[in-house]
């Protein structure tokens, strides 16, 4: 009896504790897709995205947010679907392969007749202040993969801040923008790039 007792009380425990924790919400960083961000031909080349990098303290499957000048707390009830760099790669190739009107053939076997650009990210920082802003800073690189093309490369940077004035939605919101601003900017540099190898990294128009 003595045993019973003291599991039923232990389940009754556990049950209130279950009852009074926050649910666990889970978010991800692939936007609904835009019809206008869609070119109207298709780029003459594949695209292969590699795995991407983002900092240590930001390699979790919980969001982080910044307080201040130097804090930072980590939110265990909001996380992400899959961890932060997978949430990147996701959003970033969905986002490509619709602004370019191609195909991602990571994974896959390189076709021979067909270019691909292989594109590599490091995320340098990615820093949510809830109701104030979102700070985006990454290396990126391009490199025509195919025969004779192994040292052709392109070097570039994406820095860009999103206004995340609101609730919550509001910064998850300016975080999928900076994942389509970084698609955008790769988008148009990767079109100029691929043909003769002779074009520089180029930004898009600012956001109004």
């Known amino acids: ?63 982080v947010i910044r307080q201040g000048d130097s804090g930072a707390v980590v939110l265990d009830n909001e996380r992400w679907l899959s961890p932060l760099g997978e949430e990147i790669r996701t959003a970033l190739f969905a986002n490509l392969v619709q602004r370019l009107h191609t195909q991602d053939v990571s994974g896959l076997i390189r076709p021979t007749d067909i270019p691909v650009v292989r594109i590599h990210l490091q995320v340098r920082r990615f820093d949510s202040w809830p109701g104030q802003s979102v700070a985006f800073d990454a290396d990126w690189s391009l490199s025509a993969v195919g025969k004779g093309d192994e040292r052709e490369r392109l070097l570039c940077r994406s820095q860009f801040t999103e206004r995340a004035v609101g609730d919550d939605s509001a910064m998850l919101h300016a975080q999928q923008q900076s994942i389509t601003r970084l698609a955008e900017h790769i988008a148009t540099t990767a079109a100029r790039w691929m043909p003769d190898r002779q074009g520089t990294c180029l930004t898009p128009p600012p956001q109004p």
């Open 1 to 63: 009896m003595k045993h019973t007792a003291l599991f039923l009380s232990l389940a009754v425990i556990a049950s209130l504790s279950a009852c009074s924790s926050p649910p666990v919400r889970y978010h991800t960083l692939l936007a609904p897709a835009s019809p206008a961000a869609t070119t109207a031909h298709s780029v003459p080349f594949f695209i292969d995205v590699l795995p991407v990098g983002v900092p240590a303290q930001l390699d979790t499957s919980q969001l």
